[in-house]
C-alpha cells in the first residue's frame, strides 16, 4: 500500500506535547499541515513551541536556516474545526477522555471526505471503542507517536474491529515515509510497547521490596550489565509515578486483573506521599542543585584466583574465558557429560548463571558448594557491572574469590540479596514472555514486538531476540522457577514461549 502523497493536506488536532511534534514531523515530511487546538491560541502556543525547537536545531548546526523556514510555512494554524475539511489525514491529540474522543471524530465525519483516514494518538483508548460511536468506523485507525514525537522512531499503527485494511496500511506506509518505524498492532490494552514494558518497571519494583539492592544500585545493574539505556527507578522518576502508576494500573484493570501486571505498593507509596519524580523534586531519588548523586553499592577490589576450572558450556563461555585469560588467569575447560549447568569453579567458589532460583536452593538442590550466582548481561564482553548473589551457605571467602575474578575480568561487582533470578535476567525473560504473549494472542508478529520495544523505549534489544540469545528453554526454566519460588501465576510461561522450548527453536528461526 502506497503512503499518503506528500501533497496531501494533514491536520493534526490538540497543539499540546504530542499533537505539535506529530504536526512538525508531517510538515518536515513535506506535507501542507494545519494545526487546530480548541484552547484559545493553544494552536499558535504550539507552533511557537515547534519554531523554538527548530530554532535550536538551526543554532547547534543540525538544519540549514531556510529548512526551518520552509518547514514552518508548510504549518498553518487552523481557526476551526471546519477548516479542516481538505484534509486527507487527520491526527488528534487531544485529551485522553473517550467520549471527547468520540465527539471529535464523529463531527469531523460531517466536516471531512468519506475518505479522509480519521487517526488517534491515543496511548490508552481502544481504538474499536473509539469507532463504536462513528458511521464510518473502517476510515478510523490508530496512529501512536511516542514522546518527542520528532525524534523517537516508533509509532504504532493500530487496528479497531472495523478497520479497513488499507486504511491501516496506508498509515503504515505514510509513517515509515514520514522517517518512523511502523509496527501493526490490534487494538488490545496497552497496545504493544505500554503493555510488554510492564514488567521492567515490575521486576525491578519487585526487587527493590525484597531488598535485592537499593535502587541506585538495581539501575546501575541494569544499564551497565543489562545494557539498558536507563535503569527503573531513573526512567520511573523521569516519565513520572502518577503517569506510570496510572497506566499499569489501567493495564492491570484492562486485562481484568490479571496478575502479571499487578501494580506495586512501593509506587502507590510515592504517588500518595506526591514524591512524583523529578518533576516534583522528589521520587526514588532526591534532585536539585547541589543535590548529591545517589551512591552506587560497588564490591571493594579483592584479589582474583590465579587459577580456575570451567565445566561445561554456554553461549557466553568463550567471552568469559577469553576475559579470564587476558587478566592472566590459567583457565582448565571440562566437558560436562550430564546436562548440567556451566559453571567456574574459582578458589572456594562454585560460579554459575542465575536460572530463576535462589542461590540458596541450588545448593541444596544441585548440591553444589559455595555457589555464588551472577545474572544475565547483554553482553559479557562489554558489560561494565555484574550483579552477584551468594547462597546462605556459602562462606565469604568463596564470596570473595567471585568479586577477585569478576574484577580481573575487568568488572565493577554489585552484591545483590539471593533474590530469585536476580535482577536483570528475571527482567529481560519477563519481558521476552510478555511479548511472546502478545504474539500468542494475535496482537502483533514477532518482529513488531522487538522493533517496538527497540523503537519505543529503546531498548538494546528486541525481549524475543533477546530471549533466542539466552536459549529460548533457559528463559523458560527461569520462568517456571521463578513460578515456583513465589506461587504466582504472575510468572506462567506463555504457551508461545512454552512451545518453543520445546523443540529448542527461536523466536527468530
Ligand atoms: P496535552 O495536554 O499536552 O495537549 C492536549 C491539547 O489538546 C491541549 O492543547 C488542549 O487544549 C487540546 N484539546 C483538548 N480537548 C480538545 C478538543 N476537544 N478539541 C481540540 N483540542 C483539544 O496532551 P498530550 O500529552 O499531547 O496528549 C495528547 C494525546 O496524545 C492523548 O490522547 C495522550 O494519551 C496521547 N499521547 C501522549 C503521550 C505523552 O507522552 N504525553 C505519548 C503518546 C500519546
Redesign the pocket.
Same mark, same amino acid.
Given at each position: 500500500m502506497n503512503a499518503l502523497e506528500i501533497t496531501k493536506t494533514v491536520a493534526v488536532?490538540?497543539?499540546?506535547?504530542?499533537?505539535a511534534g506529530v504536526a512538525q514531523v508531517a510538515a518536515a515530511a513535506g506535507h501542507p499541515v494545519l494545526l !487546530?487546538?480548541?484552547?484559545a491560541g493553544?494552536a499558535q502556543k504550539?507552533l511557537d513551541q515547534i519554531d523554538a525547537g527548530l530554532e535550536k536545531q538551526v543554532a547547534r548546526g543540525r538544519m540549514p536556516a531556510d529548512e526551518r523556514i520552509a518547514l514552518l510555512g508548510r504549518i498553518q494554524v487552523a481557526a476551526t474545526l471546519e477548516d479542516l475539511a481538505p484534509a486527507a489525514l487527520v491526527i488528534e491529540?487531544?485529551?485522553?477522555n473517550l467520549a471527547?474522543k468520540q465527539e471529535?471524530f464523529a463531527r469531523l465525519e460531517t466536516i471531512c471526505s468519506p475518505e479522509t483516514i480519521l487517526a488517534s494518538?491515543?496511548?490508552?483508548l481502544s481504538i474499536t471503542a473509539i469507532g463504536a460511536a462513528l458511521a464510518r468506523p473502517q476510515q478510523l485507525v490508530g496512529m501512536? !507517536? !511516542?514522546?518527542p514525537a520528532p525524534v523517537m522512531k516508533l509509532v504504532e499503527v493500530i487496528r479497531g474491529l472495523a478497520t479497513d485494511e488499507t486504511v491501516a496500511e496506508t498509515v503504515f506506509a505514510t509513517a515509515e515515509a514520514w522517517g518512523k518505524q511502523a509496527v501493526l498492532a490490534r487494538s488490545t490494552p496497552g497496545f504493544i510497547v505500554n503493555r510488554v514494558a510492564r514488567p521492567f518497571y515490575a521486576e525491578g519494583l519487585r526487587v527493590l521490596q525484597e531488598g535485592g539492592a537499593d535502587a541506585a544500585t538495581l539501575d546501575a545493574v541494569m544499564r551497565e550489565c543489562g545494557g539498558f539505556r536507563m535503569g527503573p527507578f531513573e526512567l520511573m522518576d523521569l516519565i513520572g509515578h502518577d503517569v506510570n502508576y496510572a497506566v499499569t494500573c489501567s493495564v492491570h484493570a484492562a486485562y481484568y486483573g490479571d496478575p502479571r501486571f499487578t501494580p506495586s505498593l512501593i509506587q502507590k507509596e510515592l504517588v500518595d506521599a506526591g514524591f512524583l519524580g523529578r518533576k516534583s523534586g522528589r521520587g526514588f531519588f532526591p534532585y536539585g542543585t547541589g543535590v548529591p548523586v545517589p551512591a552506587v553499592q560497588t564490591a571493594s577490589p579483592f584479589p582474583a584466583p590465579q587459577q580456575v576450572r570451567v565445566i561445561g558450556d554456554a553461549p557466553f563461555a568463550t567471552t568469559l574465558i577469553a576475559l579470564m585469560q587476558k587478566a592472566g588467569i590459567t583457565v582448565e575447560t571440562e566437558a560436562r557429560e550430564d546436562d548440567g549447568d556451566f559453571v567456574i569453579l574459582a578458589g572456594e567458589a562454585t560460579l554459575a548463571l542465575t536460572d530463576g532460583r535462589s542461590a540458596t536452593e541450588c545448593v541444596l538442590a544441585d548440591e553444589l558448594e559455595a555457589l555464588v550466582l551472577f545474572d544475565l548481561a547483554l553482553d559479557y564482553g562489554t558489560a561494565t557491572r555484574v550483579g552477584l548473589a551468594r547462597a546462605d551457605q556459602t562462606s565469604q571467602q568463596a564470596l570473595e574469590d567471585a568479586i577477585g575474578l569478576w574484577q580481573a575480568m575487568g568488572k565493577q561487582v554489585s552484591i545483590l540479596d539471593d533474590i530469585p533470578g536476580l535482577v536483570v535476567m528475571r527482567t529481560v525473560c519477563m519481558l521476552a514472555n510478555e511479548g511472546a504473549d502478545a504474539v500468542n494472542q494475535q496482537v502483533c508478529s514477532v518482529a513488531a514486538v522487538d522493533t517496538a520495544m527497540q523503537g519505543g523505549v529503546n531498548y538494546p534489544l528486541g525481549p524475543l531476540a533477546w530471549a533466542d540469545r539466552i536459549g529460548v528453554a533457559r528463559v523458560a526454566t527461569v520462568l517456571d522457577n521463578l513460578a515456583a519460588s513465589y506461587g504466582e501465576d504472575r510468572y506462567r510461561c506463555s504457551p508461545l514461549l512454552a512451545r518453543r522450548a520445546m523443540t529448542g527453536g527461536g523466536f527468530h528461526d
Open positions: 488536532i490538540g497543539a499540546g506535547t504530542m499533537g !487546530f487546538d480548541a484552547g493553544a504550539g491529540a487531544i485529551v485522553e471527547v471529535l494518538n491515543t496511548s490508552s501512536h !507517536f !511516542f514522546n
